[in-house]
């Protein structure tokens, strides 16, 4: 994929539902009633983990797939309208302060390509490059889409990013000078998204976000002790359901939350970074005996 800017929507839709074969309507525009891709069939879930990956491989930094979603005539599935959201964050410590400043913007990227969800599927499971296949009945593809998508966020705010040449406060990233510690402030962070994966599915994705995403999760550090004066964790989830038109309209919530740590960068990452058989989101903070789950308990 193409670099592209964190900045979408453009719009590629079909009057009507038509029929791959012959380019007409399947059902009268009074009868035609429209399904999720993924209810009238489940192998459009294997295809969407597909697109997922292929994006994540050189997906822009700061955007996060929250998957393609698509509205199908519940006769013959014909392909409506595709919807693929995005979650977009941005943040800035100031340095003086120790505030963290955060953005969440978000993106509904829509096309419809003209043919049956059996064909569409079909396309997108042989293909070895599926951003950059030609979509049946238009002449564009996913990246093309993205690339125009990304630059018209919705939501989110631009940060005013104050500088210093001294700052008295970095991000916890900055704070270190060596790869070697910034690899393990990574590692740290990584095991952070990978246990919130292990229990969204249980837990906080099982209302309507039920694709709830992990964005990142940033720490103010006093630079001159690599004390933690705040840390927040960002997270986006959405949903897109068939109307009676047919069209895929994205409803997005975004959450920003406040986890407490009491203690150094080193500190922090020698809890979560440990091997325990306790999983890493109820291992208690340091110093202190809350979870990084009781945060997200009390903001989710």
């Not at 919807?83 to 400043?101: H, K, L, N, Q, R």
């Not at 093309?144 to 210093?164: N, Y």
């Not at 599915?201 to 690599?226: A, E, I």
Request: aromatic residues 10%; hydrophobic residues 35%; contains cysteine.
């Amino acid at each position: 994929m193409r670099s592209l800017s964190i900045a979408g929507l453009v719009l590629l839709t079909s009057a009507c539902a038509v029929d791959a074969t012959t380019g007409t309507d399947d059902e009268s525009s009074s009868t035609t009633q429209y399904a999720s891709a993924g209810d009238f069939d489940g192998g459009f879930y294997d295809v969407r983990d597909k697109l997922d990956g292929a994006f994540a491989a050189s997906a822009p930094a700061g955007i996060t797939s929250l998957h393609l979603e698509c509205s199908v005539t519940s006769k013959v599935g014909n392909l409506h309208d595709c919807v693929w959201a995005f979650a977009g964050e941005a943040y800035a410590v100031d340095p003086t302060t120790a505030a963290i400043s955060t953005s969440q913007p978000w993106y509904e990227c829509h096309v419809s390509p003209k043919t049956t969800l059996a064909k569409f599927d079909a396309q997108m499971s042989a293909s070895t490059d599926p951003l950059h296949e030609t979509l049946p009945g238009t002449s564009t593809t996913f990246d093309d889409v993205l690339a125009d998508c990304f630059t018209h966020p919705k939501g989110g705010m631009a940060i005013s990013v104050t500088t210093s040449t001294t700052p008295t406060y970095v991000e916890a990233s900055e704070f270190y000078r060596s790869d070697a510690y910034r690899a393990q402030w990574a590692k740290a962070t990584a095991a952070l998204k990978q246990g919130f994966d292990w229990i969204c599915g249980d837990t906080f994705c099982g209302g309507d976000y039920s694709n709830m995403q992990s964005l990142v999760f940033v720490c103010s550090v006093t630079r001159s002790s690599g004390n933690i004066k705040d840390c927040a964790w960002l997270f986006t989830g959405s949903y897109a359901l068939p109307t009676k038109t047919g069209a895929m309209p994205v409803s997005e919530k975004s959450w920003r939350c406040e986890v407490p740590v009491k203690g150094t960068v080193s500190q922090l990452m020698s809890v979560v970074n440990a091997q325990s058989t306790t999983d890493v989101l109820h291992r208690p903070l340091p110093n202190g005996t809350a979870t990084a789950y009781d945060a997200l308990l009390n903001c989710l």
